[in-house]
């Protein structure tokens, strides 16, 4: 196998396929160190107490730093509240959530540094803890964003990806803010920890894609159990694990369910099951070799976090992480 780095000594893995697209990021790990020197501690122990509470928070405050990024880049927007918000969006709507978490960090972190820390790199920093709180590998948070002004509920339903897409309609969506395939497969191995709805899945269930039987590709064994968590007369929000080995761990599980039939969401199991080569090499690749997923997840998560940041005197600095500064 041969392998490079490509930036930053992370090490990545297939060479053919590195584009190396992203510019060098304005955003500093040190931003803060004078206008907020305790602001990682802050973070960190707000986001501790939320897992402490519920341990799903940290899944759900990964994906809040997803969907904030692939909207307007990463600027808080899927933080403001309004009808017109991001909130309401189709992938956020009913799922999207731990909005008042994000709250409770950005009230202790102005109790001590009033107004120099946006919201969206508040989301940035709980993303990282709460990946390494749950057994991950950790990684030096890039830091400096400032708060977008407006949300885009247009944006969030045409740019966010969609559990019934296709795969290369996915790496599409990806390329559009700038992530290449590995981004694809190792910030998909997100879904090693989390819940989604059964609306999510279901069509995979019964009747899937008009053949009159269950998506093929998906073990048996699971088709029953969640034909019995997710019956067609369901309203479709009753939730499951996205990873039904290691539910809460952040480990490379994810990928070995894939190469066992079983992903709970379709585009998951695509990325083994399609016949698109190159992410199948990848999910191989991850499920036999737990520090590259850990390596490469890490470096994606950084890519993602340098998606359109806004710095300089773009935006503001939201004192609310709902609202914007009147
Ligand atoms: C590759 C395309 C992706 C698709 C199609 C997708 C789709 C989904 C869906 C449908 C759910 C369940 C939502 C619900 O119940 O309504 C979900 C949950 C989740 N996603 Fe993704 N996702 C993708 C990529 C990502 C990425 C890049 C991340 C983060 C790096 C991520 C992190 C998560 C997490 C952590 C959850 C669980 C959230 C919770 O339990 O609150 N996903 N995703
Ligand atoms: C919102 O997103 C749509 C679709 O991506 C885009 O066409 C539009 O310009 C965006 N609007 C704003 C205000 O950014
Ligand atoms: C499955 O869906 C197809 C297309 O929607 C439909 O024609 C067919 O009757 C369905 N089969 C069953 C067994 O429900
Ligand atoms: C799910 O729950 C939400 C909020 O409780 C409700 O508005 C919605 O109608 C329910 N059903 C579906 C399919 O989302
Ligand atoms: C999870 O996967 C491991 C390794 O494939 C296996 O040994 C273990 O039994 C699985 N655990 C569950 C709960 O499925
Ligand atoms: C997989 O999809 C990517 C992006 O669409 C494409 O560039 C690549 O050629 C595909 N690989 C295979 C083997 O189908």
Known sequence: MKRSSCY?????????LMLCVVARSQLTTDFYSTTCPNLLQIVRREVQKAIKFETRMAASLIRLHFHDCFVNGCDASVLLDGNDGEKFA???????????VVDAIKTAV???CSGVVSCADILAIAARDSVLLSGGKSWRVLLGRRDGLVANQ???????PSPFEDVDTIINKFAAVGLNII?????SGAHTIGQARCA???????????????????ESSMVSDLQNLCPLTD???????LDRNSTDLFDNHYFQNLLNSKGLLSSDQELFSSTNLTTKVLVQAYSANQNLFLNDFANSM?????????TGSSGEIRKKCSVVNS
Do not use: C, H, W
């Open 8 to 16: 930053n000594g992370y090490s990545l893995f297939l060479t053919t």
């Open 90 to 100: 189709l992938p956020n709507i009913n799922s999207a959530r731990g909005f008042e």
């Open 110 to 112: 102005e109790s001590q």
């Open 154 to 160: 247009t944006g969030a339903n045409a740019k966010l």
């Open 183 to 187: 981004d694809v497969v190792a910030l």
């Open 200 to 218: 999510t899945f279901n069509n995979r269930l019964f009747n899937f894609s008009g053949t009159g039987a269950p998506d093929s590709t998906m």
């Open 235 to 241: 309203d479709g929000n009753k939730t499951t694990a």
């Open 302 to 310: 950084i890519r993602m976090g340098n998606i359109s940041p806004l």
